[in-house]
């Protein structure tokens, strides 16, 4: 089950958007880690899909949420607090938000992977998946 430096392998899943687009890659992950043990298995997704981590945890998923919103309305933005991501932001376009916001995501994600991963991945075992085809419309919709 351990790589030839002694630890156990990795598999990150992340998945972003609604519970639609969320839900069934978790499924994947929890299923992954049941079939395959000798893996430490994380999934990284909105913390608005909190109620995913008791479910992953039964199957010895580590659930590591993403402060970004799953998907956001142009009439939700002013309900942001926007303290973390900009402290002096005056008003800005909605695109302008939007941006912002991904990019914030963005960041959160890499450090969420640099926090599993480390220096150390190995491309023997370790490995990633993504579910892109929610990443864009589910970032920030207008």
């Known amino acids: 089950g351990c790589g030839g430096d002694g630890r156990r392998p990795r598999a990150v899943f992340m998945a972003f958007g609604t519970h639609g687009d969320v839900?069934?890659?978790a499924a994947l992950a929890a299923?992954?880690?049941?079939?395959?043990?000798q893996y430490t298995v994380v999934f990284?997704?909105?913390s608005a899909h909190q109620s995913l981590s008791t479910h992953l945890a039964v199957s010895k998923?580590?659930?590591m949420p993403v402060a970004s919103p799953p998907a956001l309305?142009?009439?939700q933005l002013d309900n942001i607090s926007y303290d973390s991501v900009q402290s002096n932001a005056g008003p800005e376009s909605f695109s302008r938000r939007k941006e912002i916001i991904q990019t914030?995501?963005?960041k959160a994600c890499l450090a969420s992977v640099e926090e599993?991963?480390?220096n150390d991945p190995s491309i023997h075992s370790?490995?990633?998946?993504?579910n892109f085809f929610a990443l864009v419309r589910t970032s920030l919709t207008a």
């Open 23 to 25: 839900f069934p890659i």
């Open 31 to 37: 299923a992954f880690a049941n079939d395959q043990q």
């Open 44 to 46: 990284i997704t909105h």
């Open 61 to 63: 998923v580590r659930y």
């Open 73 to 75: 309305a142009s009439e």
């Open 104 to 106: 914030e995501h963005r």
């Open 116 to 118: 599993v991963f480390g």
């Open 126 to 130: 370790d490995f990633i998946v993504i």
